[in-house]
DNA sequence: CATGGGGTCTATAGTCGCTATAGGGTCAAG
DNA sequence: CTTGACCCTATAGCGACTATAGACCCCATG
């Protein structure tokens, strides 16, 4: 059985489909621990960096905040510990997830609504997308 | 029939529903031409800064990027031209918003497939959420 | 006329999650 | 020994605001 040799900063970013600045931000900002330099000043990456950085990128590809990767990392360490904050964190998430499509979906929808008024062959002045995205005022008597 | 006075910043951004600091901002950038000035300094606005500030909002909320909201602005005021670019930059928008929704929904899914394999009463060395967060390298024989 | 409170002014820095740039150092192949 | 690919640090930029500091203005009340 052959013990891995440590990575370079470019094949942990190959890796885990991260840039290279990427993963040196992601240890500025204390997500990623500093590993060990070798002679040249270069980073010499374990595996561990490359399970932390996986867990790291896999959560990011879901959409939660580095903060919430922040206390998702902490709480994994945690082994012994309720996993109900754990919950808590990823049903907030998906709570938030669901509102912002219900968001996006309602703007569709105005989005469509307003394009199909367009006939597309007029000019500006008789645009009904330019007309819709100006509101009247209530008290504007020319509308 | 009774002229209006100018507003405040304060009062324009009470009837648009923008904060004074975010309307001082558009000024910065550009969007909203730099009022009058008061004898105290006191930014003094028109009816025509209220109509475009309203039209930028509404952009704003149907989700346009303020680069869009610029070129917006600068189309409806050619009032000769063709719609069609106008056309263009919204049925973009939409492609954009429809395609979000579409990466928000896959990932709302994923969530929702991970939280529910979680029992909730467990401790982290168990807790599926954190396993499902944890993706397993091929080379990793461990997995 | 003084005072107090609320609104306004500028300028600057912070947010999030990177990304880009400048100006260098290191390393391995040819 | 040179070339080119990689690595290093530090700093600034992105979008769309938001927050803060420190000063100024205006109006109503005493």
Do not use: W
């Not at 569709?108 to 609504?113: D, I, V």
Request: charged content about 30%; hydrophobic content about 35%.
């Amino acid at each position: 059985m052959m013990t891995s040799s440590p990575l370079t900063i470019g094949d942990l970013a190959k890796a885990t489909g991260t840039k290279v600045v990427t993963v040196r931000y992601y240890e500025r900002i204390g997500l990623l621990p500093p590993p060990r330099r070798t002679g040249g000043n270069y980073r010499a990456y374990e595996p561990m960096h490359l399970d932390r950085l996986r867990f790291i990128r896999r959560c990011r590809d879901l959409g939660f905040t580095l903060d919430q990767v922040r206390e998702l990392l902490h709480l994994s360490s945690q082994e012994g510990k309720s996993c109900g904050e754990v919950d808590r964190i990823a049903a907030a998430h998906l709570a938030a997830t669901e509102e912002k499509i219900a968001d996006l979906t309602r703007l569709a929808g105005q989005l469509r609504r307003i394009i199909s008024r367009c006939e597309g062959g007029g000019v500006i002045a008789d645009c009904r997308i330019i007309e819709a995205l100006s509101p009247c005022a209530e008290e504007d008597e020319s509308c």
